[in-house]
């Protein structure tokens, strides 16, 4: 927020920063490297002049800004309530405008909120503003309270002179107590200048600092190590110790020791290990490896995942599709980190999920694993390079990029060109965001991070809809998916402060911070990071020493350091294998790493302890170093045989006693293991508040714990053994602040502090009394771990990395961090009112404790002087370091100034690092921007961020805005965000299974498979076309073979049974009758993989099927014109008016009176064509409620041949249809058919088809053509067939038994021109193929042809077929009726057996979407069979459903009633006649046809049961009756329109001569009047 002007000459004592606030700042001349200037106050001030962007619609006049007065006032106010420690904030200083701007314009906006915008601005307000004249004494009167700490120099002329003061009050050392300077001019009348010095030593250092990029930071360090500057640093610290340096301390220790190497401290960890080898048997039970197995979590967020990728796919925009796509590939791209890099493989290698997408066969090496994960280095442009190369030859592959860490180097490739820097920085821009990748249909990006804000800019590519955040754990208390293991992350990290945990998992070392602070006066030009490095590697090495027997070393350490020694130290003695704990010790800058190595190896080896515990320098470009010996005790525990191997992850550490230096400006996603202790951050660099580093650093402590163990009440019962006076103490202290607590925290809101033992000094208090109880032999009483704070938890997935999640990156999670973090992550923790009364209790408390600490710290290091208690943290004896390990995550140290950063909360309850700058390669839009607010969703937040933040000028989204799209985000790309180390490789590699899973099946489908019914009711007569091997059949043969009554599709099974006189029908052989709602579950289904040749539904969109379908990217939506169509039929008594719809592109096809005129025809060809280039036959597909899943797209299945497809749709479907298929030719049936059957449709389908044939004919007789050369053939094809085969059979010979086939899939296009080109073909009335069924048996193919019913897929020749018609008004089995009928008329029917089709199952629409309920809609109850009929005039509930349905139905279940005798007496079937309906497959029918000159099976020897006479025309009279014969109390059912025709008909065939019937057997349809039941009478034969 302010600059710095860095006084720090020898006659300046101090350091000053210097921030321009308003007007022009002066210059200034002399020795400026001791002065930084900076414009971060003037920038602020900027920020806040400008209105909200929310009001400017009301006029920009309307509301004023904050005045400059009134922003100076408030920053001096702000300056005099900071305390000694703390530095200002310019999120806080802005928060503080914001405020201050609503509250004196509240009535105007509230006044705007509700009415409409006002021509004249308002009144202005009533309080009086701030005048310049006014500032300097308001000024002065606030700075008057703060002790000196701020300091007002009013000026008359310029700054010059005010700034000329502050200087010579420095000199002077009378700012000695000053912390800010606040300097104004206020000369002229129109506005004022003023400027801030910091004077303040600390905070000078710590803005100043702040400044620097993190590449000069790293400069300044390395320019100070190189040039010997830090040399006082260590002649300062040799002079602390009374005994003379340490290092000579240390040589002379080392001279003592040499000869019984240091203490029982080896001993006893040798001989245990020594004892294990001997016995074999290992002790220790605590260390056991995990199986790889996937979270209910990461399942959860695979399927999100694959669901986002599903809705990429489905969207109108064609951006995504999956339908041509046959696998899945996958390139993973991570930062240069070496370790990240290692763990990522053994990820991808222990998934499986390189065989699962079948990359990779069974034995694969880890070169090929490497194939696809590419660390972001100078290699990564060749290897990037092969993967687009991959990407452009397999373009039915889906290549998923995953960038992982994707928060990592967003610097954009054209910014980086002008800078000199490292080659490898923008390498994320070059290549994901290069042309190829945005372009490439077939790449998708999925961005994965742990903190996604910089990817939530204004100017982000990614859209909010294709952002997948990791879900919450709970949902108003409950677990949404039960896991063992619960996320301890920042939230539950920050909670354990507040909730009265003993023993806090975050903390601060207070003796550490006030030895720092007295170096940093002392050496005011070192960097302070130099300053904590060696402060803290003095403590380490001071610590190691009193651990190993120098007891008088533990004055110069801190009791957290201390503690941690010894628990490093102690915990191998307490394991019978000798496992311990890590503690890792961040230091961002690679130089002072090198520094803290060197020296706590010099410490280590000059004690002895070599074989103790391993020290390891962790660099992100180097891999992981142990020493022999403890890879030696790595291979032991973890049972590796392998000579050579070496750990190359931080994870396969486990159990190893050590100390990992961790470098490195940013972690790069590595995971640490279980037996991870301590998180000692206290180096972080805490000038970098960003939000996103902040997060960063903490999420290296991130753990899953184990559900079994309550974590409260491990951690209270610990804090009872260790902590009992000091818990004493502070009890009764909250009682007696208990009421005074609330208003106490108002006063000072910065002051707030940790509970109980948060910081050394308080916790010194109780260790005095027990200090001298530490020996000099440490052995002799271990000091531990507090119980339970062993816990690095057991890992959620990997083998060999049991505690974390498994290579988790960071990765983002817009609502983890502290904002939501407690409330959205682990509702179940969030404090509930009553409880966050004691917080504050509590906080009162602490910092009148810590008050004290201040002062009893003040004197450098001499708070430190006293070590803990032995008591206080000792482990229970021979407890392994990990037995607690699943129980309690790591304990992390933060320095002071992060610590209140990260507890200290708004008033929302959002914790304050929560509403910092998100990242450092963005900015705000606006000062006036709302509060984050603690409640917000993931999704809130990522709304939030893309508001109010833009990308800076380095930012590679930066010109993305500028490309002139409006929505700017690109349509493949995902961003997934979750917590850290919560398993987020797990699951996007789950994804890519799963991914390519749903692929497979988009590639499969489920075909019926069911074996033809009744073979076995043929006989074996001179029923076979013998000629195996002809490709068509021979009209004069074919003409000799007999009809095949009897029904073999399996969709039939509960048909009737149609009988002929060449069968002998045994009752067993039928089936019992499934239940209706049985008729689909029981259908067999097999699942095949679709071909090149298979028809598809709206779902699939290739490349080249876009112009067929008409989502070519040129034009909009294919246009279309709707043509009536008008044919009269004298059946029906009127003219039938059809309309077509026929897109632009389709009008060749058809006929105009001229263009864009009157529709005449439908062209045809001829019989003559010979050409392959086209289909000859129209094809029409009758559909309904398929609009999406109707396969219509036969671009394929015709192998892109020219061919007319029609499809026939009812009109209240039209628009659906023309929606989803704008490229198809549409034949809309008239409204009085939309509840009609099939029957309806295929029955219009043909009178149009032989309507057209004849306007064909007239048309071309013209042109010289004879009507009989015109094709007379037309397809009529369910809207599920999917894929057709060819039987290819190898006989040995003519008559030959025996011969082999094998079955290929084809195309339709090769079948029907197969068809087309047969001889005579004309002469045939109706062709059909065989339904596919994998238990085809040899016989059923052949014969290649058959003379019997054709299903499914039919070519009808509606030229001989002219005088037989659909039935119109059926809804079931009309393909059966209409076939007996061609038959029946003498035509010839022909299957070609060697062809068959498949059909899809569909699930949705067809005869399925006609559903029976009752009329009166509050009768939910269903409706039953039975019910569908009743007596006429009875009070019965009417039915919603056509007449025809209700009879066709109630026949299939109940038509026992009428034809009592016909049950299963298959030798005495029902004559039906011209008609044939299903009476259940338990009664047999005969069917014999009135019309003249019929072919009907001899009936003269058969005795029927029953007599059924439907809507029977004048062809049937009484004579043609009189020629059957019935048995006695045979049943007559007759079926009429009305009740009228009912007893005419009964008249006109003088039924009362032969039957018998009574008043009583006259039922109904169950329909109301207006719908048209039907009538039935029924009789007995006498």
Same mark, same amino acid.
């Given at each position: 927020?302010?600059?710095?002007?860095?006084?720090?000459?020898?006659?300046?004592?101090?350091?000053?920063?210097?921030?321009?606030?308003?007007?022009?700042?002066?210059?200034?001349?002399?020795?400026?490297?001791?002065?930084?200037?900076?414009?971060?106050?003037?920038?602020?001030?900027?920020?806040?002049?400008?209105?909200?962007?929310?009001?400017?619609?009301?006029?920009?006049?309307?509301?004023?800004?904050?005045?400059?007065?009134?922003?100076?006032?408030?920053?001096?106010?702000?300056?005099?309530?900071?305390?000694?420690?703390?530095?200002?904030?310019?999120?806080?200083?802005?928060?503080?405008?914001?405020?201050?701007?609503?509250?004196?314009?509240?009535?105007?906006?509230?006044?705007?909120?509700?009415?409409?915008?006002?021509?004249?601005?308002?009144?202005?307000?009533?309080?009086?503003?701030?005048?310049?004249?006014?500032?300097?004494?308001?000024?002065?009167?606030?700075?008057?309270?703060?002790?000196?700490?701020?300091?007002?120099?009013?000026?008359?002329?310029?700054?010059?002179?005010?700034?000329?003061?502050?200087?010579?009050?420095?000199?002077?050392?009378?700012?000695?107590?000053?912390?800010?300077?606040?300097?104004?001019?206020?000369?002229?009348?129109?506005?004022?200048?003023?400027?801030?010095?910091?004077?303040?030593?600390?905070?000078?250092?710590?803005?100043?600092?702040?400044?620097?990029?993190?590449?000069?930071?790293?400069?300044?360090?390395?320019?100070?190590?190189?040039?010997?500057?830090?040399?006082?640093?260590?002649?300062?610290?040799?002079?602390?110790?009374?005994?003379?340096?340490?290092?000579?301390?240390?040589?002379?220790?080392?001279?003592?020791?040499?000869?019984?190497?240091?203490?029982?401290?080896?001993?006893?960890?040798?001989?245990?290990?020594?004892?294990?080898?001997?016995?074999?048997?290992?002790?220790?039970?605590?260390?056991?490896?995990?199986?790889?197995?996937?979270?209910?979590?990461?399942?959860?967020?695979?399927?999100?995942?694959?669901?986002?990728?599903?809705?990429?796919?489905?969207?109108?925009?064609?951006?995504?599709?999956?339908?041509?796509?046959?696998?899945?590939?996958?390139?993973?791209?991570?930062?240069?980190?070496?370790?990240?890099?290692?763990?990522?493989?053994?990820?991808?290698?222990?998934?499986?999920?390189?065989?699962?997408?079948?990359?990779?066969?069974?034995?694969?090496?880890?070169?090929?694993?490497?194939?696809?994960?590419?660390?972001?280095?100078?290699?990564?442009?060749?290897?990037?390079?092969?993967?687009?190369?991959?990407?452009?030859?397999?373009?039915?592959?889906?290549?998923?990029?995953?960038?992982?860490?994707?928060?990592?180097?967003?610097?954009?490739?054209?910014?980086?060109?002008?800078?000199?820097?490292?080659?490898?920085?923008?390498?994320?821009?070059?290549?994901?965001?290069?042309?190829?990748?945005?372009?490439?249909?077939?790449?998708?990006?999925?961005?994965?991070?742990?903190?996604?804000?910089?990817?939530?800019?204004?100017?982000?590519?990614?859209?909010?809809?294709?952002?997948?955040?990791?879900?919450?754990?709970?949902?108003?208390?409950?677990?949404?998916?039960?896991?063992?293991?619960?996320?301890?992350?920042?939230?539950?990290?920050?909670?354990?402060?507040? %909730?009265?945990?003993?023993?806090?998992?975050?903390?601060?070392?207070?003796?550490?911070?006030?030895?720092?602070?007295?170096?940093?006066?002392?050496?005011?030009?070192?960097?302070?990071?130099?300053?904590?490095?060696?402060?803290?590697?003095?403590?380490?090495?001071?610590?190691?020493?009193?651990?190993?027997?120098?007891?008088?070393?533990?004055?110069?350490?801190?009791?957290?350091?201390?503690?941690?020694?010894?628990?490093?130290?102690?915990?191998?003695?307490?394991?019978?294998?000798?496992?311990?704990?890590?503690?890792?010790?961040?230091?961002?800058?690679?130089?002072?790493?090198?520094?803290?190595?060197?020296?706590?190896?010099?410490?280590?080896?000059?004690?002895?302890?070599?074989?103790?515990?391993?020290?390891?320098?962790?660099?992100?470009?180097?891999?992981?170093?142990?020493?022999?010996?403890?890879?030696?005790?790595?291979?032991?525990?973890?049972?590796?045989?392998?000579?050579?191997?070496?750990?190359?992850?931080?994870?396969?550490?486990?159990?190893?006693?050590?100390?990992?230096?961790?470098?490195?400006?940013?972690?790069?996603?590595?995971?640490?293991?279980?037996?991870?202790?301590?998180?000692?951050?206290?180096?972080?660099?805490?000038?970098?508040?960003?939000?996103?580093?902040?997060?960063?650093?903490?999420?290296?402590?991130?753990?899953?714990?184990?559900?079994?163990?309550?974590?409260?009440?491990?951690?209270?019962?610990?804090?009872?053994?260790?902590?009992?006076?000091?818990?004493?103490?502070?009890?009764?202290?909250?009682?007696?602040?208990?009421?005074?607590?609330?208003?106490?925290?108002?006063?000072?809101?910065?002051?707030?502090?940790?509970?109980?033992?948060?910081?050394?000094?308080?916790?010194?208090?109780?260790?005095?009394?027990?200090?001298?109880?530490?020996?000099?032999?440490?052995?002799?009483?271990?000091?531990?771990?507090?119980?339970?704070?062993?816990?690095?938890?057991?890992?959620?997935?990997?083998?060999?990395?049991?505690?974390?999640?498994?290579?988790?990156?960071?990765?983002?999670?817009?609502?983890?961090?502290?904002?939501?973090?407690?409330?959205?992550?682990?509702?179940?923790?969030?404090?509930?009112?009553?409880?966050?009364?004691?917080?504050?209790?509590?906080?009162?408390?602490?910092?009148?404790?810590?008050?004290?600490?201040?002062? %009893?710290?003040?004197?450098?290091?001499?708070?430190?002087?006293?070590?803990?208690?032995?008591?206080?943290?000792?482990?229970?004896?021979?407890?392994?370091?990990?037995?607690?390990?699943?129980?309690?995550?790591?304990?992390?140290?933060?320095?002071?100034?992060?610590?209140?950063?990260?507890?200290?909360?708004?008033?929302?309850?959002?914790?304050?690092?929560?509403?910092?700058?998100?990242?450092?390669?963005?900015?705000?839009?606006?000062?006036?921007?709302?509060?984050?607010?603690?409640?917000?969703?993931?999704?809130?937040?990522?709304?939030?961020?893309?508001?109010?933040?833009?990308?800076?000028?380095?930012?590679?989204?930066?010109?993305?805005?500028?490309?002139?799209?409006?929505?700017?985000?690109?349509?493949?790309?995902?961003?997934?965000?979750?917590?850290?180390?919560?398993?987020?490789?797990?699951?996007?590699?789950?994804?890519?299974?799963?991914?390519?899973?749903?692929?497979?099946?988009?590639?499969?489908?489920?075909?019926?498979?069911?074996?033809?019914?009744?073979?076995?009711?043929?006989?074996?007569?001179?029923?076979?076309?013998?000629?195996?091997?002809?490709?068509?059949?021979?009209?004069?043969?074919?003409?000799?073979?007999?009809?095949?009554?009897?029904?073999?599709?399996?969709?039939?099974?509960?048909?009737?049974?149609?009988?002929?006189?060449?069968? %002998?029908?045994?009752?067993?052989?039928?089936?019992?009758?499934?239940?209706?709602?049985?008729?689909?579950?029981?259908?067999?289904?097999?699942?095949?993989?679709?071909?090149?040749?298979?028809?598809?539904?709206?779902?699939?969109?290739?490349?080249?099927?876009?112009?067929?379908?008409?989502?070519?990217?040129?034009?909009?939506?294919?246009?279309?014109?709707?043509?009536?169509?008008?044919?009269?039929?004298?059946?029906?008594?009127?003219?039938?008016?059809?309309?077509?719809?026929?897109?632009?592109?389709?009008?060749?096809?058809?006929?105009?009176?001229?263009?864009?005129?009157?529709?005449?025809?439908?062209?045809?060809?001829?019989?003559?064509?010979?050409?392959?280039?086209?289909?000859?036959?129209?094809?029409?597909?009758?559909?309904?409620?398929?609009?999406?899943?109707?396969?219509?797209?036969?671009?394929?299945?015709?192998?892109?041949?020219?061919?007319?497809?029609?499809?026939?749709?009812?009109?209240?479907?039209?628009?659906?249809?023309?929606?989803?298929?704008?490229?198809?030719?549409?034949?809309?049936?008239?409204?009085?058919?939309?509840?009609?059957?099939?029957?309806?449709?295929?029955?219009?389908?043909?009178?149009?088809?032989?309507?057209?044939?004849?306007?064909?004919?007239?048309?071309?007789?013209?042109?010289?053509?004879?009507?009989?050369?015109?094709?007379?053939?037309?397809?009529?094809?369910?809207? %599920?067939?999917?894929?057709?085969?060819?039987?290819?059979?190898?006989?040995?010979?003519?008559?030959?038994?025996?011969?082999?086939?094998?079955?290929?899939?084809?195309?339709?296009?090769?079948?029907?021109?197969?068809?087309?080109?047969?001889?005579?073909?004309?002469?045939?009335?109706?062709?059909?193929?065989?339904?596919?069924?994998?238990?085809?048996?040899?016989?059923?193919?052949?014969?290649?042809?058959?003379?019997?019913?054709?299903?499914?897929?039919?070519?009808?020749?509606?030229?001989?077929?002219?005088?037989?018609?659909?039935?119109?008004?059926?809804?079931?089995?009309?393909?059966?009726?209409?076939?007996?009928?061609?038959?029946?008329?003498?035509?010839?029917?022909?299957?070609?057996?060697?062809?068959?089709?498949?059909?899809?199952?569909?699930?949705?629409?067809?005869?399925?979407?006609?559903?029976?309920?009752?009329?009166?809609?509050?009768?939910?109850?269903?409706?039953?069979?039975?019910?569908?009929?009743?007596?006429?005039?009875?009070?019965?509930?009417?039915?919603?459903?056509?007449?025809?349905?209700?009879?066709?139905?109630?026949?299939?279940?109940?038509?026992?009633?009428?034809?009592?005798?016909?049950?299963?007496?298959?030798?005495?079937?029902?004559?039906?006649?011209?008609?044939?309906?299903?009476?259940?497959?338990?009664?047999?029918?005969?069917?014999?046809?009135?019309?003249?000159?019929?072919?009907?099976?001899?009936?003269?020897?058969?005795?029927?049961?029953?007599?059924?006479?439907?809507?029977?025309?004048?062809?049937?009279?009484?004579?043609?009756?009189?020629?059957?014969?019935?048995?006695?109390?045979?049943?007559?059912?007759?079926?009429?329109?009305?009740?009228?025709?009912?007893?005419?008909?009964?008249?006109?065939?003088?039924?009362?001569?032969?039957?018998?019937?009574?008043?009583?057997?006259?039922?109904?349809?169950?329909?109301?009047?207006?719908?048209?039941?039907?009538?039935?009478?029924?009789?007995?034969?006498?």
């Amino acid at each position: 927020m302010c600059g710095a002007i860095s006084c720090a000459q020898d006659r300046v004592p101090s350091r000053c920063c210097s921030s321009a606030g308003h007007g022009n700042f002066p210059y200034l001349c002399g020795n400026l490297n001791d002065v930084v200037v900076s414009p971060l106050l003037y920038t602020c001030y900027q920020n806040s002049q400008s209105v909200s962007r929310a009001y400017e619609q009301y006029g920009a006049s309307a509301i004023q800004p904050i005045s400059e007065e009134m922003q100076l006032l408030l920053t001096v106010y702000y300056l005099v309530q900071l305390a000694a420690d703390q530095v200002p904030l310019m999120e806080d200083l802005e928060q503080i405008f914001l405020r201050s701007w609503r509250e004196s314009h509240l009535t105007e906006i509230r006044q705007y909120q509700q009415a409409p915008p006002q021509p004249f601005p308002p009144a202005p307000s009533a309080a009086a503003p701030v005048t310049s004249a006014q500032l300097p004494w308001l000024a002065s009167l606030a700075a008057s309270s703060c002790n000196d700490s701020v300091h007002v120099i009013e000026c008359a002329y310029s700054l010059a002179e005010g700034l000329s003061e502050m200087f010579r009050l420095l000199v002077e050392g009378k700012l000695a107590k000053t912390n800010y300077v606040v300097i104004i001019c206020a000369c002229r009348s129109a506005a004022i200048d003023s400027c801030i010095a910091v004077t303040g030593k600390y905070q000078a250092r710590i803005l100043s600092e702040s400044l620097l990029t993190p590449a000069e930071y790293q400069k300044e360090v390395n320019y100070e190590l190189v040039t010997g500057k830090v040399d006082s640093l260590g002649a300062f610290f040799s002079t602390l110790c009374p005994e003379g340096d340490i290092d000579i301390l240390l040589d002379k220790f080392h001279q003592e020791n040499q000869g019984h190497i240091s203490s029982s401290l080896t001993a006893s960890s040798v001989t245990k290990a020594a004892s294990l080898d001997v016995s074999g048997t290992p002790v220790c039970t605590s260390y056991h490896l995990e199986p790889h197995s996937i979270r209910p979590f990461q399942l959860a967020v695979a399927q999100k995942l694959l669901s986002h990728v599903c809705s990429i796919a489905d969207s109108s925009t064609q951006n995504l599709d999956l339908g041509s796509f046959e696998k899945v590939d996958f390139l993973i791209c991570i930062p240069p980190s070496e370790v990240t890099y290692q763990q990522t493989l053994f990820h991808v290698w222990h998934s499986g999920v390189l065989l699962e997408l079948g990359l990779e066969k069974e034995h694969m090496t880890k070169q090929r694993v490497e194939q696809y994960v590419l660390k972001l280095d100078a290699e990564a442009q060749t290897k990037f390079k092969a993967f687009l190369q991959n990407s452009f030859q397999n373009p039915h592959t889906l290549f998923v990029l995953i960038h992982d860490h994707a928060h990592w180097d967003l610097v954009s490739a054209v910014h980086n060109l002008y800078s000199q820097s490292d080659p490898s920085v923008g390498l994320v821009d070059r290549l994901l965001n290069c042309r190829e990748v945005k372009e490439a249909p077939n790449i998708v990006t999925l961005h994965v991070t742990s903190f996604p804000y910089a990817l939530q800019t204004q100017h982000t590519l990614i859209s909010p809809y294709n952002e997948i955040h990791w879900p919450a754990s709970c949902s108003n208390g409950v677990d949404l998916y039960h896991e063992n293991k619960k996320y301890f992350g920042l939230s539950e990290f920050i909670e354990s402060t507040l %909730s009265g945990h003993s023993l806090p998992l975050l903390r601060y070392d207070s003796s550490f911070e006030a030895m720092v602070t007295a170096l940093g006066k002392r050496f005011p030009r070192l960097h302070s990071a130099v300053i904590r490095t060696f402060v803290l590697v003095q403590h380490y090495a001071a610590a190691l020493m009193a651990v190993s027997g120098l007891p008088q070393m533990k004055n110069y350490t801190s009791v957290e350091t201390l503690e941690i020694t010894q628990n490093l130290l102690n915990s191998p003695k307490q394991c019978p294998c000798g496992h311990g704990l890590m503690v890792l010790l961040r230091v961002p800058c690679s130089p002072l790493a090198a520094v803290a190595y060197e020296r706590l190896a010099h410490v280590r080896a000059r004690l002895a302890l070599e074989e103790h515990f391993e020290i390891i320098l962790g660099s992100p470009s180097s891999g992981v170093t142990v020493g022999k010996h403890f890879v030696k005790q790595l291979r032991m525990w973890q049972k590796i045989e392998d000579v050579e191997w070496r750990p190359q992850t931080y994870l396969e550490l486990e159990g190893l006693p050590c100390i990992l230096i961790f470098s490195g400006m940013d972690p790069h996603g590595e995971s640490l293991p279980r037996s991870l202790r301590y998180c000692d951050l206290r180096l972080i660099n805490s000038s970098c508040l960003v939000r996103t580093a902040l997060e960063q650093e903490l999420g290296l402590a991130a753990y899953f714990v184990s559900n079994e163990v309550p974590l409260e009440k491990g951690a209270r019962n610990e804090a009872l053994e260790s902590d009992a006076e000091k818990l004493s103490s502070t009890d009764n202290e909250d009682e007696e602040l208990g009421t005074e607590g609330s208003t106490l925290e108002k006063r000072s809101p910065m002051k707030r502090e940790r509970s109980h033992s948060h910081d050394s000094a308080s916790s010194s208090l109780s260790s005095k009394a027990s200090g001298s109880a530490l020996g000099g032999e440490s052995s002799a009483q271990p000091t531990g771990l507090p119980q339970g704070e062993h816990a690095r938890s057991p890992q959620p997935c990997g083998p060999t990395e049991e505690g974390r999640a498994p290579g988790e990156k960071q990765r983002p999670r817009a609502s983890q961090g502290p904002p939501s973090a407690i409330s959205r992550h682990s509702p179940g923790l969030t404090p509930q009112p009553d409880c966050s009364l004691k917080t504050s209790q509590r906080s009162v408390q602490v910092s009148v404790t810590s008050s004290c600490s201040q002062l %009893s710290s003040s004197s450098g290091s001499s708070s430190s002087s006293v070590a803990p208690a032995a008591g206080t943290w000792v482990l229970q004896a021979s407890q392994c370091s990990l037995t607690k390990a699943c129980r309690q995550p790591p304990v992390v140290f933060l320095p002071k100034l992060v610590y209140d950063m990260v507890v200290s909360t708004d008033s929302s309850g959002l914790p304050k690092a929560a509403s910092l700058l998100p990242s450092p390669s963005v900015m705000w839009a606006s000062s006036f921007r709302p509060l984050l607010s603690k409640t917000m969703t993931s999704t809130e937040q990522s709304l939030y961020y893309r508001q109010w933040t833009v990308p800076r000028p380095s930012h590679m989204d930066y010109g993305n805005r500028a490309e002139g799209r409006v929505d700017g985000f690109h349509p493949r790309r995902l961003l997934l965000s979750g917590p850290p180390q919560i398993g987020k490789t797990g699951a996007y590699l789950q994804f890519l299974s799963v991914l390519s899973r749903m692929l497979v099946r988009l590639t499969e489908v489920d075909v019926y498979d069911e074996e033809e019914i009744n073979i076995n009711l043929r006989e074996e007569s001179d029923w076979h076309y013998l000629q195996l091997s002809d490709p068509w059949p021979d009209l004069e043969l074919f003409k000799k073979l007999p009809f095949d009554y009897i029904i073999h599709d399996p969709k039939y099974e509960d048909a009737s049974l149609i009988c002929s006189h060449y069968q %002998s029908i045994k009752s067993e052989d039928r089936g019992m009758s499934r239940k209706p709602e049985d008729l689909y579950v029981r259908r067999q289904t097999a699942r095949m993989r679709l071909s090149k040749y298979a028809a598809y539904n709206t779902y699939h969109h290739c490349e080249q099927c876009h112009q067929y379908m008409g989502f070519h990217p040129r034009y909009q939506l294919y246009e279309s014109t709707l043509h009536a169509f008008a044919f009269s039929y004298s059946m029906l008594g009127e003219e039938i008016q059809l309309h077509f719809i026929i897109p632009k592109s389709k009008e060749h096809h058809f006929v105009f009176s001229q263009p864009g005129g009157q529709l005449e025809s439908m062209r045809l060809p001829l019989v003559t064509d010979k050409s392959h280039e086209y289909i000859k036959s129209p094809t029409f597909t009758p559909t309904t409620g398929r609009h999406e899943h109707g396969l219509f797209n036969l671009y394929h299945a015709m192998d892109g041949a020219s061919h007319l497809h029609v499809l026939v749709v009812k009109e209240y479907e039209m628009a659906i249809y023309k929606k989803y298929w704008p490229n198809h030719i549409m034949l809309v049936l008239p409204s009085i058919f939309n509840s009609a059957g099939v029957g309806a449709a295929h029955f219009l389908i043909k009178e149009l088809s032989y309507h057209n044939l004849e306007l064909e004919r007239n048309r071309q007789e013209e042109l010289g053509i004879k009507p009989q050369d015109i094709w007379p053939f037309i397809v009529i094809s369910d809207d %599920s067939c999917v894929m057709w085969n060819v039987v290819d059979v190898d006989s040995a010979g003519e008559r030959s038994r025996e011969f082999s086939w094998s079955e290929r899939n084809v195309s339709l296009k090769h079948i029907m021109q197969h068809i087309e080109a047969a001889p005579n073909i004309t002469h045939y009335a109706l062709l059909g193929l065989r339904k596919w069924s994998s238990k085809t048996r040899a016989s059923e193919v052949r014969e290649p042809f058959s003379r019997c019913h054709v299903h499914n897929f039919i070519i009808l020749n509606v030229d001989l077929t002219q005088n037989v018609q659909y039935n119109q008004n059926r809804f079931l089995c009309d393909d059966v009726d209409f076939n007996l009928r061609v038959h029946s008329a003498g035509l010839l029917l022909c299957r070609f057996n060697r062809f068959s089709v498949m059909k899809k199952q569909i699930v949705v629409g067809g005869h399925r979407s006609f559903h029976i309920t009752s009329k009166v809609s509050d009768n939910s109850a269903a409706v039953v069979p039975a019910q569908y009929i009743c007596a006429p005039d009875s009070k019965h509930t009417f039915l919603a459903a056509p007449a025809q349905l209700l009879l066709e139905k109630f026949l299939q279940h109940h038509s026992h009633h009428f034809f009592p005798l016909s049950l299963k007496n298959h030798d005495h079937p029902v004559l039906s006649v011209d008609c044939y309906l299903n009476l259940g497959s338990q009664i047999s029918v005969c069917y014999v046809s009135s019309r003249p000159h019929s072919l009907n099976i001899s009936c003269s020897d058969l005795l029927f049961s029953g007599l059924l006479l439907y809507l029977c025309d004048s062809f049937v009279g009484a004579s043609f009756l009189k020629k059957f014969h019935f048995l006695k109390g045979a049943t007559l059912c007759v079926i009429c329109q009305d009740r009228s025709s009912l007893r005419q008909t009964v008249v006109r065939l003088e039924l009362e001569d032969e039957w018998q019937f009574r008043l009583r057997d006259e039922f109904q349809t169950a329909n109301a009047r207006e719908d048209r039941p039907l009538f039935f009478l029924t009789g007995r034969h006498i």
